[in-house]
């Protein structure tokens, strides 16, 4: 397929992308961003795109950084935005959770986006995350795998029988064995169903700094070792700026022909595999610590899962046992083996967000950094911040300007509350619960 100036596909290379977390109406910043992501070697930017008044500020950014890269929408909720933007970008990313809640006026609404897209030489991108499903998914499915493939399937085979197939897919969860297990089941899918859309990895809300980095090497490295996968994005709670090279190197190790490729048979040493209890090694002397964790983390994801290993032991001459030994626990939390700590789930941010994301990360961290187990989602608004942090103990979401909601599981209980006093909340919140 094509998204303006660049091919997807398997004949072509994985593709970087990252999104802009600026106000798309600030269109000096947005570009200022745009320009920064390019020059770190983005291939696709995707800006958020609410309403109209968003649309037209793509079109003055578009025009500002045109041929540069192509450039994506992502709409929610309103389909005529979605159509309005077609005609302005390269892409636009629409999610079938909340695309149309009547199925009896989906088909027609969708194959007016359809050709729409057509004129324009548009493509799309279908974007389904855990925890976004529509009611009607939710009420067959529920929040599963098998739902958020279903959500997928239904729009593919509509655009099938009107032979659109400027398509790439993505299918995204916080969790990383739902994130694998959703994407091998959506290629298992669409073979049966003799389609091969193209699509997009990623770990949604994977947090900030070397968390963040391992989580998503694990379950973006599960796949591109599976031999899934044509673009991909790293979403960390930073400057975007800041993925693009985590993704080019995870893209680039994969893509090495000496790098250790899975097709079934156990690379690795795998010892003691009995009764589904195993030990694995994973050897290296790779010398510069950030490569090493995800390189790391990219090769075990798929063996702890595969093979069902409960343990992890890391081998390399040029780190202590002490400090290898901390990533190997980072590693089974990050693949959902173990629990160690507690997990921070956190969104990238977007236009948005109407906080300071990664100073209000740091901050959540700081007042429950003592705790054990616990998984506290930082979410930067209510689009998709209730949904998707659905597996989180508590949730911390941006409700509006400088106010915030706080949750215990999917229960909203504090709405709208002054955002200098949601930390301190947050944590009474967690100790009435545990006390």
């Known amino acids: 397929m094509q998204v303006g100036n660049i091919f997807i596909g398997s004949d072509y290379p994985i593709r970087i992308q990252t999104m802009a977390n600026t106000d798309t109406n600030d269109i000096d910043a947005s570009v200022d961003q745009a320009r920064r992501c390019i020059e770190a070697g983005t291939e696709l930017l995707r800006f958020t795109t609410q309403g109209i008044r968003e649309v037209e500020s793509l079109r003055e950014i578009h025009a500002q950084v045109l041929t540069a890269v192509p450039l994506v929408a992502d709409v929610h909720f309103n389909a005529e935005v979605a159509d309005a933007a077609a005609q302005v970008v390269e892409a636009v990313r629409i999610n079938p959770g909340n695309y149309s809640k009547d199925p009896s006026k989906l088909e027609a609404r969708f194959v007016h986006l359809l050709d729409i897209c057509r004129e324009h030489e548009t493509a799309i991108r279908?974007?389904?995350?855990?925890?976004?499903?529509?009611?009607?998914?939710?009420?067959?499915?529920?929040?599963?795998?098998?739902?958020?493939?279903?959500?997928?399937m239904e729009f593919l085979r509509i655009a099938v029988d009107h032979e659109f197939f400027d398509i790439v897919i993505s299918v995204k969860a916080s969790n990383t064995r739902v994130m694998v297990e959703t994407v091998?089941?959506?290629?298992?899918?669409?073979?049966?169903?003799?389609?091969?859309?193209?699509?997009?990895?990623?770990?949604?809300?994977?947090?900030?700094?070397?968390?963040?980095?391992?989580?998503?090497?694990v379950g973006i490295g599960a796949l591109l070792a599976d031999g899934i996968g044509d673009t991909v994005r790293v979403s960390l709670s930073e400057a975007p700026e800041n993925e693009i090279p985590v993704a080019q190197k995870l893209v680039d190790y994969f893509a090495d022909e000496d790098s250790i490729r899975y097709d079934g048979s156990v690379v690795a040493e795998v010892l003691d595999n009995i009764g589904g209890n195993a030990e694995i090694r994973y050897t290296s002397y790779e010398n510069e610590w950030d490569t090493f964790c995800l390189q790391a983390a990219a090769e075990c994801g798929r063996l702890l899962w595969d093979y069902k290993a409960t343990e992890l032991t890391l081998v390399n001459p040029n780190f202590t046992e002490s400090r290898l030994n901390f990533l190997s626990k980072d590693i089974l939390q990050a693949a959902r083996v173990r629990i160690?700590?507690?997990?921070?789930?956190?969104?990238?941010?977007?236009?948005?967000?109407?906080?300071?994301?990664q100073k209000t990360v740091a901050e959540v961290k700081a007042a429950t950094a003592h705790l054990t187990g616990l998984k506290i989602a930082v979410m930067g608004c209510i689009v998709n911040g209730p949904g998707e942090m659905a597996d989180a103990d508590y949730g911390y979401v941006g409700a509006g300007r400088d106010r915030i909601s706080l949750y215990r599981g999917k229960e909203c209980v504090l709405k709208n509350i002054p955002q200098e006093e949601a930390v301190k909340q947050l944590l009474k919140l967690i100790n009435q619960q545990n006390n």
């Open 126 to 152: 279908i974007g389904v995350n855990h925890g976004s499903l529509s009611e009607r998914m939710m009420d067959k499915y529920g929040d599963t795998p098998e739902g958020m493939v279903e959500s997928v």
């Open 340 to 357: 160690y700590k507690t997990e921070y789930i956190s969104c990238p941010g977007c236009g948005r967000t109407m906080f300071d994301l």
């Open 184 to 217: 091998r089941l959506l290629v298992k899918t669409m073979h049966k169903e003799h389609m091969a859309f193209p699509l997009h990895l990623g770990v949604t809300e994977a947090g900030e700094g070397e968390d963040g980095r391992i989580k998503s090497a």
